[in-house]
């Protein structure tokens, strides 16, 4: 016979959804930035190769050098960026010998784990997942991107003026 689900419990299952709404909402941001780090790459390939191109056709300036130097700074802080996620970094997923062993076939001679009760402790779990996602990749790589930014707008600057002192 089914056991009724109690408001109480259906309380921690929306807790539990919304701790998993939040992972997925965190994996679309890894992926936006990784998208966005894809178009910066294909704009200084061509800012370079236009401006490069340009300003390489006399000598090689100092000018030059720098431009190049901040392309190469910028190409591998992209790489950094676009290199395939850490462990961990994908989001959170219940482990089934676990939930089953700890949760619903526990060892000693007590009841299964309520509802509520696993509900609560997966939307923890979940959120200690996106917590450390947040700090150990998350921030990281928007702050590489953010030095991305600069260095391509700084690089296309020193070709610009390479460009105009000629």
């Known amino acids: 016979m089914a056991r009724e689900v109690s408001e109480s419990d259906r309380a ?22 990784r998208a966005r780090v894809g178009f910066l790459l294909s704009a200084a390939t061509i800012a ?32 950094r960026l676009l290199w395939p996620r850490a462990e961990g970094a994908d989001g959170f997923t219940a482990t089934p010998s676990i939930v089953i062993g700890e949760y619903l076939e526990r060892e000693t001679d007590t009841e299964p784990a309520s509802l509520k009760e696993l509900y609560r402790d997966l939307a923890l779990f979940a959120e200690e997942a996106h917590n450390r996602n947040r700090d150990a990749h998350l921030i990281p790589l928007t702050n590489f991107f953010r030095i991305a930014i600069v260095l391509l ?14």
């Open 48 to 79: 370079t190769s236009f401006l490069g191109g340009l300003a390489l056709q006399d000598s090689g300036s100092f000018g030059n050098w720098v431009a190049v130097a901040l392309f190469v700074a910028f190409g591998a802080v992209a790489l």
């Open 153 to 166: 707008t700084a690089e296309i600057v020193a070709w610009v003026v390479d460009l105009g002192v000629r």
């Open 12 to 33: 921690y299952e929306v807790v539990y959804n919304e701790a998993i709404r939040a992972l997925d909402l965190q994996r679309a941001a890894f992926d936006a930035l």
